[in-house]
């Protein structure tokens, strides 16, 4: 009954996130407004994982979030680190936070029992869910990270986040297509279900969740840019045909000439 209560609040922070986020993108193209949104869906985010992790394990999420507050109050700032470091940055820590969860290439360090937190009975897609996301904790909380930090800089470039995106795609991807071709090479060793598989498995599932997440932000960083050039073409449009503009033209004009 508890972590009912606790997924009742998440839900209602993700849908207040989620709406500034839409707010932004449809109705008005505020920078701020979109940095809020990304902000309590993050915030949103580390209420479940806390939910979700072991006891053992809130330590670790603690000094998670105090590494990522130093990091970007007192490196990347300061260092004026751009959007290409500030993702390679982003990568190493989420893959070093995998490990310190305690996960490893081996299937049985998956722990199963988050996917019933809250539940009576086993349900199949909360379980899957659930459980992916504490497996991938670590790295989903750095790269959603990444993007809020981003996009709440204002000096930075519009394409930043976008940019950033693609880093970090292409940061797991290369890794991932390089196991894939070592296990195609090696598909007939003795150790291709014990140890290759289970990895390419991890691989896969992070590649795949990885994907999502930069898929997600992109598709919203473009969205926003649209609507900021739409606006800007129509105050450009209105300025042109304003009074004012009128004012310039017409003393160019011949008497002659009839407007």
């Known amino acids: 009954m ?6 009742v609040f998440i839900l209602g922070i993700l849908f207040t996130g989620t709406k500034d986020l839409l707010r932004s993108q449809i109705i008005t193209s505020d ?6 949104g990304l902000w309590e869906i993050y915030s949103g985010l580390v209420l479940l994982v806390t939910l979700l ?9 603690c000094c998670c979030l105090l590494i990522q507050t130093l990091m ?3 490196i990347w700032k300061k260092l004026h680190y751009d959007a290409a470091q500030t993702t390679i940055m982003h990568y190493w ?30 349900v199949e897609a909360p379980a899957i869910f659930l459980t992916a996301l ?5 790295p989903l909380l750095w790269a959603c990270h ?33 196991y894939i071709v070592l296990v195609t090479t090696l598909r007939y060793h003795l150790f291709i279900w014990s140890v290759f598989s289970p990895k390419l498995l991890y691989e896969a599932m992070h590649l795949l969740l990885t994907a999502g997440v930069c898929l997600f932000f992109n598709t919203m960083e473009q969205s926003h840019n649209a609507t900021v050039q739409e606006e800007a073409s129509e105050q450009l449009l209105t ?17 002659t000439t009839r407007l």
Do not use: W
């Open 2 to 7: 508890e972590a009912r209560f606790v997924y």
């Open 31 to 36: 920078a701020r407004l979109k940095s809020r």
């Open 53 to 61: 992790f072991r006891a053992h394990n809130l330590p670790v999420l």
């Open 72 to 74: 970007a109050q007192f």
């Open 93 to 122: 820590f989420g893959q070093a936070f995998f490990y310190f969860q305690g996960n490893s290439n081996n299937i049985a360090t998956v722990d199963i029992s988050v996917g019933f937190v809250g539940l009576e009975s086993y």
């Open 134 to 138: 504490s497996t991938y904790a670590g």
């Open 146 to 178: 990444l993007v809020c930090f981003l996009s709440s800089q204002r000096d930075r470039s519009p394409v930043a986040v976008g940019h950033g995106c693609y880093c970090l795609a292409l940061l797991r991807s290369v890794p991932a297509a390089a």
């Open 239 to 255: 300025n042109l045909m304003g009074p004012r503009f009128l004012c310039e033209i017409i003393p160019l004009y011949p008497k």
